[in-house]
């Protein structure tokens, strides 16, 4: 059983997992290094337990720990108790769901590890910002994506507004980092995917004509906001492809179209 630990004092040293919540720089660098993420809300705390993630404390507003009793009973963590008023102080927002949990990564798996299993990868370039990275996330576990590949520089799928925006489905999709850009998509192609490259542009074809829920293995490349994905990135893959548009609109937000083309790439889905 947990132990409970009434913190009345904002800068308590083992309430430093939960400092500056806002300060995104920061977190940026301290989570990584320090091998912790933060989980935010009931739901993404258990999802994250299940996933397997250890906790390392929990930081609780009075109403959330018979809530969170049978966590408590279960996981042998610290948790701290505090008001409403000194969790803001401490994070640096008003922390509506009362309850947050910081959690251990684990170690990243390599690129080649996933693709051995894998039939349908998504994979980003640049895409650095975290409520779309939540967003691709979810809807790759939604829409059966095995797994997910991000270049060197993509944002932290683990950073706290990430993991809320997926609702927890960073942990339910194993993804990796490749080491090199774009050279790392060879270890995508060597390990027999196709490199569909997803772009608006008018040399593209529609997503359905390149029929991917027929191929055999699918890797589905995906840019950043607005940017798109690089000219190194568009010479490196096998095929482009594009969502149709209708009544003028260019593109979809990149986690929109996401979820368009996960699903065009699924198995088992009817014959048109």
């Known amino acids: 059983m947990a132990e409970i630990i009434t913190i009345d004092d904002p800068d308590d040293p083992r309430l430093s997992d939960y400092t500056d919540l806002t300060d995104v720089e920061l977190r940026r660098r301290k989570e990584p290094a320090e091998g912790l993420f933060i989980a935010e809300g009931e739901k993404v705390i258990r999802r994250a337990l299940h996933a397997g993630y250890e906790m390392r404390s929990m930081l609780l507003s009075a109403k959330w720990i018979d809530l969170m009793r049978d966590v408590i009973d279960e996981v042998p963590a610290p948790v701290y108790a505090v008001g409403p008023d000194l969790a803001e102080r401490v994070t640096g927002y ?3 769901r009362g309850a947050l949990a910081s959690m251990q990564r684990k170690p990243l798996p390599a690129a080649d590890e996933l693709l051995r299993t894998a ?3 998504a994979v ?11 967003a691709i996330f979810r809807s790759a576990a ?10 060197p520089d993509c944002a932290d799928p683990l ?5 809320k925006v997926s609702m927890g489905a960073v942990f339910s999709v194993p993804y990796a980092r490749l080491d090199t850009w774009p050279a790392g ?6 390990a027999g995917f196709a490199l569909l490259a997803l772009t608006p542009a008018e040399k593209a074809v529609s997503i359905d004509e390149a029929a991917p829920h027929r191929m055999d293995r699918v890797a589905l490349m ?8 690089s000219a190194r990135a568009l010479a490196a893959a096998d095929q482009w492809v594009r969502i149709p548009m209708a009544h003028g609109v260019d593109s979809l937000n990149v986690g929109a179209a996401a979820a368009v083309a996960f699903y065009a790439v699924a198995t088992g889905r009817p014959e048109s």
């Open 94 to 96: 008003h922390v509506h």
């Open 119 to 121: 039939r349908r990868v």
């Open 124 to 134: 980003m370039e640049s895409v650095n910002d975290h409520t779309n990275i939540g």
């Open 142 to 151: 939604a829409l059966g994506m095995d797994a997910v590949l991000l270049s």
């Open 159 to 163: 950073y706290r507004r990430s993991v």
């Open 185 to 190: 998509l060879e270890t995508v192609r060597e």
């Open 222 to 229: 995906l840019g950043a906001e607005g940017a798109g994905l």
